[in-house]
């Protein structure tokens, strides 16, 4: 299941994945980013919440890189990944939806608040 929320204030994209992930929900999971993406600014922030997923095809992991794309070419700032405490989900996303070579920002974090922080952190050092 995929919920995505947007919060305009913040200009963050919080994108949930949980229970069980295939091909069809990643295909399904893509358009949504694509329709939603549409109205943040650039410079925006992405929370990608990972603690309640159960089981991820390995079809649908391959196509996770091209929602990764998706917001990196729309102009994401930081993507913050909450993986609890799944190695597997560190590894995976690191793998198949890696940032490398862009000016994109990736953390990975146990819990939502960890994730806050380092958005809030980020955010109050631009200001300054």
Do not use: C
């Not at 893509?30 to 919440?49: A, L, N, S, Y």
């Not at 991820?56 to 609890?84: D, H, S």
Request: overall charge positive.
């Amino acid at each position: 299941m995929t919920k995505i929320v947007i919060n305009p204030i913040l200009n963050r994209f919080t994108l949930t994945l949980s229970g069980s992930f295939d091909l069809e929900d990643a295909l399904h999971t893509i358009r949504e980013i694509e329709h939603e993406v549409t109205g943040m600014k650039p410079g925006f922030d992405v929370i990608t919440d990972l603690r309640f997923l159960k089981r991820l095809n390995m079809q649908a992991a391959m196509k996770i890189k091209k929602g990764t794309k998706i917001l990196e070419k729309r102009g994401a700032k930081r993507v913050v990944r909450i993986v609890g405490g799944s190695q597997l989900a560190v590894k995976v996303f690191g793998k198949f939806s890696s940032l490398f070579g862009s000016k994109t920002e990736v953390y990975y974090v146990p819990t939502l608040e960890d994730a806050e922080k380092i958005l809030e952190k980020s955010q109050y050092a631009e200001m300054v």
